[in-house]
C-alpha cells in the first residue's frame, strides 16, 4: 500500500424517506438562510422540492429557490445565481438533484463566499479556493458521485471550454441519498449513470502503480456490483436494491477510495469533456463513446493491468495476457453497448463531425492548444489524443462500411438467385 490523504467529511443519511431531513441536517450545520439549486421541472412535479421545503420551513430556516441547472452545467446560470445567492444573503447552499445541480451549488457557494472574484477564476485556475460556504445535497441522480467528491465541472459557453476544479471545498456537508428519488429517470439517464460511476473507478484503476492490493480489491468489487446492477436497473428503474446498490457505488466510486495509493490518470474523462464542451452531449454518453478506443490506444503500455481487469472483473479465462487484455476490452464496449450508450461517434455528423481536420480540433482543444498532456497510465499528447479520437470516428465508418457492404452482398445475391 503507497501512502496517501483521505479526506472525506461528508455526513451520509441513506434511505427510504430521507430527504425530509434536509431542514434539520442543514440547520445542524449553521444554516439559517438556506439557497436552494435544482434543475428541471421533475422535483417539482414529483413533490420532492416541496417536501424539501417543507422541512427548511418546519426546522424555522428561511430560504430561497432557483431552478433551470441543465446537463453539462453552465457557467452563465451560476453566475446568475451567484448574484441572487449574495444579495439573498445566503449561508447554506442545499442541491437537490443529480452531478449538475450539486456542481453549480458548489459553484454558487465559493462565488457568495468571495464575491469580489468571478467564479470561473477559480476553475480557469487563476484564483485558488480559500473558504466557501457549505453545501448540502439531496440526491436524484446516481452518477457523479458529486455529492461526496472533492470536484466539481462547469461549461464556460462562450469559449465551449470545460473545466474540472478539484478543492476540499467542493465537499458536501451532508449528502441524503434515497434511492426511491431515481425511480422516475428515463433509461438514458440510467444508462450514462451507470457508465459514470465505472468510469470514475476505472480512471483511477488503470494506473502504473504496483502492490495497491487492498484498493484493487475494492474497485474490482465496486466495478462488478455496478455492472452485475445495472444491467437489473436499466430493464426496471424501479427495482429497489439495484437502484440502492448503484448509488451507494456513485458515491465510493468517486470519493477517492477506489484510488487510494495510486496516481490517477482519467484521461477518459479529459477526452470525454472535450465533447461534452463543444457538442453538448450527457457525459455519461461522451464517457462511452471514447472509453473503448482510448483502452485500444493505451493498452499496451501494461497489459497485465488490464489483464487482471478482464479477469478479476469480467471472468475472462484467457492466460495470455495480451488476448485477456482485448477480451475485457471487448466485454466493456459491449456492457456499455447493452445499455443502449453510445461507443463511437455515433451522431457524429449530426454534432458537426465531418472531417480529419474537426477531430483535430477536437485535439488541439483537449491539449489545451497543446499546452498539456493528459493521462498517466500512458501519458497522450496532443498527437496521441488525435489518434485515439481518430480510432472514436474510424469505428463509425467502419460500421458504415460494414453496413454498406452487407447490402450489396445482399443486393447482388438476389439478382443472382432471381435473374
Given at each position: 500500500m503507497h501512502g496517501f490523504t483521505q479526506y472525506t467529511p461528508t455526513r451520509i443519511i441513506f434511505g427510504k424517506a430521507t430527504q425530509k431531513q434536509a431542514g434539520e441536517l442543514a440547520k445542524r450545520f449553521g444554516a439559517t438562510k438556506v439557497f436552494?439549486?435544482?434543475?428541471?421541472?421533475?422535483?417539482?412535479?414529483?413533490?420532492?422540492l416541496d417536501q424539501v421545503t417543507a422541512s427548511l420551513q418546519e426546522a424555522g430556516l428561511d430560504y430561497m429557490t432557483i431552478g433551470g441547472v441543465k446537463p453539462n452545467p453552465r457557467l452563465s446560470f451560476a453566475r446568475e445565481a451567484v448574484k441572487k445567492s449574495i444579495e439573498f444573503g445566503t449561508d447554506f447552499v442545499l442541491a437537490v438533484g443529480g452531478g449538475s445541480v450539486i456542481d453549480t451549488s458548489k459553484a454558487v457557494a465559493h462565488g457568495t463566499a468571495n464575491p469580489e472574484t468571478d467564479i470561473w477564476e477559480f476553475w480557469s485556475k487563476k484564483q485558488t479556493v480559500t473558504k466557501s460556504l457549505p453545501v448540502g445535497v439531496v440526491l436524484t441522480l446516481a452518477a457523479a458521485g458529486s455529492e461526496t467528491s472533492d470536484s466539481a465541472v462547469l461549461t464556460n459557453e462562450d469559449t465551449k471550454i470545460k473545466?474540472?476544479?478539484?478543492?476540499?471545498?467542493?465537499?458536501?456537508?451532508?449528502?441524503?441519498?434515497?434511492?426511491?428519488?431515481?425511480?422516475?429517470?428515463?433509461?438514458?439517464?440510467?444508462?450514462?449513470?451507470?457508465?459514470?460511476?465505472?468510469?470514475?473507478?476505472?480512471?483511477?484503476?488503470?494506473?502504473?502503480?504496483?502492490?495497491?492490493?487492498?484498493?484493487?480489491?475494492?474497485?474490482?468489487?465496486?466495478?462488478?456490483?455496478?455492472?452485475?446492477?445495472?444491467?437489473?436497473?436499466?430493464?426496471?428503474?424501479?427495482?429497489?436494491?439495484?437502484?440502492s446498490e448503484i448509488m451507494w457505488a456513485g458515491s465510493l466510486s468517486h470519493n477517492g477510495i477506489t484510488g487510494l495509493g495510486a496516481e490517477k490518470d482519467f484521461a477518459?474523462?479529459?477526452?470525454?469533456?472535450?465533447?461534452?464542451?463543444?457538442?453538448?452531449?450527457?457525459?455519461?454518453?461522451?464517457?462511452?463513446?471514447?472509453?473503448?478506443?482510448?483502452?485500444?490506444?493505451?493498452?499496451?503500455?501494461?497489459?497485465?493491468?488490464?489483464?487482471?481487469?478482464?479477469?478479476?472483473?469480467?471472468?475472462?479465462?484467457?492466460?495470455?495476457?495480451?488476448?485477456?487484455?482485448?477480451?475485457?476490452?471487448k466485454k466493456t464496449v459491449a456492457y456499455f453497448a447493452s445499455l443502449d450508450m453510445p461507443t463511437s461517434f455515433s451522431k457524429a455528423t449530426e454534432i458537426g463531425l465531418k472531417t480529419d481536420e474537426e477531430v483535430k480540433k477536437m485535439a488541439h482543444g483537449c491539449s489545451y492548444e497543446g499546452t498539456r498532456t493528459i493521462g498517466s497510465f500512458k501519458v497522450c499528447d496532443e498527437n496521441d489524443i488525435y489518434e485515439i479520437y481518430k480510432l472514436v470516428f474510424e469505428k463509425l465508418f467502419n460500421c458504415f462500411r460494414w453496413i454498406f457492404c452487407w447490402v450489396i452482398r445482399k443486393f447482388l445475391a438476389e439478382v443472382f438467385l432471381f435473374r
Open positions: 436552494v439549486v435544482y434543475g428541471g421541472g421533475s422535483v417539482v412535479r414529483s413533490g420532492l473545466r474540472g476544479l478539484s478543492t476540499d471545498f467542493n465537499r458536501p456537508a451532508f449528502a441524503i441519498m434515497n434511492p426511491e428519488l431515481t425511480y422516475t429517470l428515463p433509461k438514458y439517464q440510467v444508462g450514462c449513470g451507470v457508465v459514470d460511476i465505472m468510469m470514475h473507478t476505472l480512471d483511477r484503476y488503470f494506473t502504473q502503480t504496483e502492490n495497491n492490493e487492498l484498493t484493487d480489491e475494492i474497485a474490482e468489487g465496486l466495478l462488478r456490483t455496478v455492472i452485475r446492477n445495472g444491467a437489473v436497473a436499466i430493464k426496471d428503474s424501479h427495482d429497489y436494491n439495484a437502484m477518459v474523462h479529459q477526452l470525454g469533456h472535450e465533447l461534452s464542451a463543444k457538442f453538448d452531449i450527457a457525459h455519461g454518453a461522451s464517457l462511452s463513446t471514447v472509453w473503448g478506443a482510448w483502452a485500444a490506444y493505451v493498452y499496451d503500455a501494461k497489459p497485465a493491468r488490464f489483464a487482471q481487469y478482464a479477469r478479476r472483473v469480467w471472468n475472462v479465462e484467457e492466460a495470455d495476457d495480451v488476448k485477456a487484455a482485448q477480451e475485457g476490452i
